[in-house]
């Protein structure tokens, strides 16, 4: 009876005021065998389930049975509540949506969403926390225009400034960068391309990027060693590693080289792809110099740039034309200055079909003899390496090469250039053995001794396999002149 008079009252002074002061709600204290009553507007209110469930109530509920909590209410059932569950009660209905957005924009749900780096400790940092928060947002914007999520996506980003100087205080630059790619990656997760277009112009500006990154690329390499880490590791936690297939690995890379020239992509994707030295810096004069003529490099790890070549010419090739490909080969392989040949061939052999034919069907055509017969050498030798590496009986990398050698006779303006070709390839590898015998007898070291040895049988097996494919090519040119 109590709480049928009590509603009733509340009723009246609802329709009465028309809800134009707000509700001051004030809780009493419990007492025993009842229910909590409130105060509102020092009227009293026991909620209890027969209130909830009336009939007449919920017809003119928009958030169901919701509305019959007052706000301030219903902000601390959100604040008890994990990111997760609040984010699922967000797609509930429209109405329920209004209320989670006004609750993540008060103060309290600041705090509650927001992660939290304040005391430095080692559970403080969790990048599962950014990944729900993305996640949050993704759902709460989810009925909204793209311009109403980029302005979302803006404003918290520039509350988290603070959490990420903190984290970069305590854990480190690369720690923080990697918790904001998982919140980047679950925001956008499903968008169309046009969207994250829309996304990485959004936290490129908020981070302002373009100038540290102008500064970097417009000097010599290694002049702003600390600037060059920091975009590099920017876009590496960012974008590139937490992208799940080739596809979205290619359209980040496209996004991020794109704006810029030919040369300046060139040293971008070295700076973002190669491999880092003992002080975590990248290399960019350890491809430079080359090794004693006997002894193939094989110590700089080729495979990521190799993996994004390939990758913009295969999975972006409406971006990326071969010419495109084949300009930032050439940049990539002359920065900061001319690349060992035996590095340059090594990244050919890791890189695919698509990049290698490419970059020797060009200098095929333009008739580059000369150095056409020194890149096919180590190439080879590259090939039979890899096959005794990887135990290889079927000499896969070797029947890869013989199909190249295939390609760049094929483009070879003339016959006379095919012979010369041949001739040139041959004489090179007689140079090769010269050189070892030359050294092994100089040399006293034992160890030295084997390992010119180890060389020695690899340049000949690769020479013996190569003569029958040479010699049948030779044969093609001669029975094909008038």
């Known amino acids: 009876m109590q709480t049928r008079s009590s509603y009733k009252r509340y009723r009246e002074h609802e329709t009465s005021e028309g809800r134009k002061r707000p509700l001051r709600c004030r809780a009493q204290p419990p007492v025993q065998g009842h229910s909590t009553p409130l105060?509102?507007?020092?009227?009293p209110l026991v909620i209890t389930a027969t209130t909830l469930l009336d009939t007449e109530h919920k017809e003119k509920c928009?958030?169901?049975?919701?509305?019959?909590?007052?706000?301030e209410i219903l902000h601390s059932l959100f604040g008890l509540l994990d990111l997760s569950a609040l984010g699922q009660l967000a797609l509930v209905s429209k109405g329920l949506n209004q209320a989670v957005e006004e609750y993540i924009y008060t103060h309290s749900g600041h705090r509650r969403v927001i992660p939290a780096a304040s005391s430095g400790?080692?559970?403080?940092?969790?990048p599962l926390d950014f990944r729900k928060l993305g996640f949050l947002l993704k759902r709460v914007t989810a009925f909204r225009s793209l311009k109403y999520q980029l302005k979302t996506a803006s404003f918290f980003l520039n509350k988290l400034k603070p959490v990420h100087c903190k984290i970069c205080e305590v854990k480190g630059t690369s720690t923080s960068y990697h918790c904001f790619g998982e919140l980047l990656n679950s925001y956008t997760a499903g968008w169309d391309e046009y969207k994250k277009i829309?996304?990485?112009?959004?936290v490129v500006s908020v981070a302002k990027l373009d100038e540290r990154t102008n500064k970097v690329l417009s000097r010599a390499p290694e002049s702003f060693p600390w600037h060059e880490q920091d975009i590099r590791l920017f876009h590496r936690l960012i974008f590139l590693i937490p992208a799940k297939s080739d596809v979205d690995y290619g359209f980040w890379l496209t996004q991020i080289l794109k704006p810029w020239p030919i040369t300046f992509q060139a040293r971008l994707l070295y700076l973002l792809t190669a491999p880092e030295d003992s002080r975590g810096c990248v290399s960019w004069t350890q491809v430079c110099g080359c090794s004693n003529?006997?002894?193939?490099?094989?110590?700089?790890?080729?495979?990521?740039?190799?993996?994004?070549?390939?990758i913009l010419r295969t999975c972006r090739c409406k971006?990326?034309?071969?010419?495109?490909?084949?300009?930032?080969?050439?940049?990539?392989?002359?920065?900061?200055?001319?690349?060992?040949?035996?590095?340059?061939?090594?990244?050919?052999?890791l890189s695919g079909s698509e990049v290698t034919h490419g970059v020797l069907g060009s200098r095929a055509i333009s008739?580059?003899?000369?150095?056409?017969?020194?890149?096919?050498?180590?190439?080879?030798?590259?090939?039979?390496?890899?096959?005794?590496?990887?135990?290889?009986s079927d000499a896969g990398h070797l029947k890869w090469f013989t199909c190249v050698m295939r390609h760049v006779f094929a483009l070879l303006p003339s016959a006379k250039d095919k012979r010369s070709l041949s001739t040139k390839l041959m004489a090179t590898w007689q140079n090769y053995l010269t050189a070892l015998f030359e050294e092994n007898e100089l040399d006293g070291d034992e160890s030295e001794h084997e390992e010119i040895k180890e060389e020695f049988c690899t340049a000949l097996t690769s020479l013996t396999?190569?003569?029958?494919?040479?010699a049948e090519m030779v044969v093609d040119v001669t029975q094909s002149e008038p």
């Not at 928009?62 to 706000?71: E, K, M, N, R, S």
């Not at 300009?327 to 035996?342: A, G, H, Q, V, Y």
């Not at 396999?465 to 040479?470: D, G, I, K, Q, T």
């Open 465 to 470: 396999n190569l003569s029958a494919v040479l």
């Open 367 to 392: 008739g580059r003899v000369e150095e056409l017969s020194v890149l096919l050498y180590y190439l080879a030798h590259a090939c039979v390496s890899a096959d005794e590496k990887m135990k290889c």
């Open 39 to 43: 105060e509102v507007n020092s009227q």
């Open 293 to 310: 003529v006997q002894h193939s490099s094989g110590s700089v790890d080729f495979r990521e740039v190799a993996r994004a070549l390939w």
């Open 62 to 71: 928009v958030h169901g049975l919701f509305l019959a909590l007052p706000t």
């Open 121 to 126: 400790g080692d559970d403080e940092v969790n």
């Open 319 to 349: 971006d990326w034309s071969q010419d495109d490909i084949i300009s930032i080969f050439d940049e990539l392989t002359s920065t900061p200055n001319s690349w060992c040949l035996e590095n340059v061939a090594q990244l050919l052999m």
């Open 198 to 202: 829309r996304a990485y112009s959004l």
